[in-house]
């Protein structure tokens, strides 16, 4: 039997690596330009994130994030981009497959927004849980998202951002289309657990990761480390179908 996959967790939220719109480009070119009213815009849609999610508002949810590119990642989650995953991500949430769906609205938390060169940022600390990394672009619709990444705490006090797992997402491969989505059952039917590849930050400062390979029913178990030039593979072991262990494992170059 292959290990089982990474639990469920009811926080969604991160910054990741996407092909940028010109909207966003234009964004990126003109800096520090953002306005009162943006800001206040930019507040508004993430308030209104939270609304969407505690509703079980998938469609509205979904609507949220830039058109065909926007994203939303974490560690357990992997990273969802387009309209349809993030749909069945919101779908799936614990709080959305009981009856009736959803749960007391949530106002959401305030965000601090920084437009610079690199581009328009918030971080929305959420206390103990941790907090939102977003990257906005704005769209004809007004802002929207282009990526939503959420760091917990325990992430944070190893000293991982969104930038980590977006390096390691690239790394294992996540960009390439060879990774599968995880699936669960659940009383309503099959439900998204994960995409792509699902990455756990070690008490270290390292990190752990596994992805299932689509058309192949196997999947990978990798050890990755941080050193001086960036995050590399310590091991990288294929387990096949129906193996309860890892059957060989080599060294990251």
């Not at 994203?71 to 749909?87: P, Q, T, V």
């Not at 206390?127 to 990257?135: F, I, K, L, M, T």
């Not at 590399?232 to 294929?238: H, L």
């Amino acid at each position: 039997m292959t290990k089982a996959a990474f639990s469920l967790s009811a926080l969604v939220g991160f910054i990741g690596i996407v092909h940028l719109s010109p909207a966003l480009a234009q964004t990126r070119r003109e800096g520090a330009s953002l306005t009162d009213r943006d800001r206040t815009e930019i507040q508004e849609l993430v308030t209104h994130y939270a609304r969407a999610l505690s509703s079980c508002a998938a469609e509205e949810y979904a609507d949220l994030f830039a058109p065909g590119t926007g994203s939303f990642a974490s560690s357990i989650r992997g990273e969802i981009i387009g309209r349809d995953k993030l749909i069945a991500l919101v779908q799936s949430e614990p709080h959305c497959i009981t009856t009736p769906p959803g749960r007391p609205p949530g106002n959401g938390p305030t965000v601090v927004v920084t437009s610079s060169a690199e581009g328009v940022t918030g971080i929305a600390d959420l206390g103990n849980a941790g907090r939102y990394e977003d990257v906005y672009v704005k769209t004809p619709k007004g802002w929207r998202f282009q990526t939503r990444n959420v760091i917990t705490r325990q992430e944070q006090t190893a000293n991982f951002t969104a930038k980590d797992f977006i390096a390691l997402r690239r790394l294992a491969g996540n960009d390439l289309g060879r990774f599968d989505d995880v699936l669960r059952d659940t009383a309503v039917g099959k439900r998204l657990r994960s995409a792509g590849a699902v990455i756990t930050a070690t008490g270290d400062g390292n990190a752990t990761g596994r992805a299932y390979l689509r058309d192949d029913g196997g999947h990978y178990e990798d050890v990755y480390v941080r050193g001086a030039s960036g995050w590399r593979f310590k091991s990288r072991t294929y387990v096949a179908p129906g193996d309860a262990a890892p059957a060989q494992a080599s060294a990251g170059r």
